[in-house]
């Protein structure tokens, strides 16, 4: 008789480092985790730098925009996944009607009131959060 032999114990060659990855469900108030099977048996994990920097924003209280200035900041409105301020959600806006930007700036309008405190725009593209300058302060 044979036991299998479990899957953390096989050694494989990968360019990349593996992941286990597991979704977790919620069924009759008891948690389950569920192994997951990775697209083409590849869970590779690849670190990407982050791409951009914010050095300066502003906000306009009257018109609830805020206006988000930096280096190699997404050039097209497709290339943002979400903006957020203060709490609250902020839809970006581009003057051109294919949703060009200059790379250098992107302004959202917020989809309700900030909450009040100290806050910095978060800005996340596909390749994740953009990051601040050091010393940013609105």
């Known amino acids: 008789m044979f036991y299998p032999i479990p899957f953390e114990m096989l050694e494989t060659f990968e360019q990349k480092p593996q ?19 990775c697209h083409s048996m590849d869970c590779g994990f690849t670190h990407i730098p982050a791409v951009g920097e914010i050095t300066s924003f502003t906000y306009d209280a009257s018109t609830k ?23 609250s959600a902020c839809i970006p806006s581009s003057e051109a009607e294919d949703g060009a930007l200059d790379g250098t ?32 302060t609105g």
């Open 19 to 37: 992941l286990l990855v597991e979704i977790e469900t919620i069924e009759a108030n008891r948690v389950r985790n569920m192994p997951a099977v």
């Open 65 to 87: 925009v805020v206006t988000v200035t930096g280096t190699n900041l997404p050039d097209n409105l497709n290339k943002t996944q979400s903006m957020s301020f203060a709490a």
């Open 105 to 136: 700036t992107i302004s959202c309008t917020l989809a309700r009131n900030p909450t009040c405190g100290t806050w910095k725009p978060d800005l996340t593209t596909f390749l994740g959060n953009v990051p601040f300058a050091e010393g940013l």
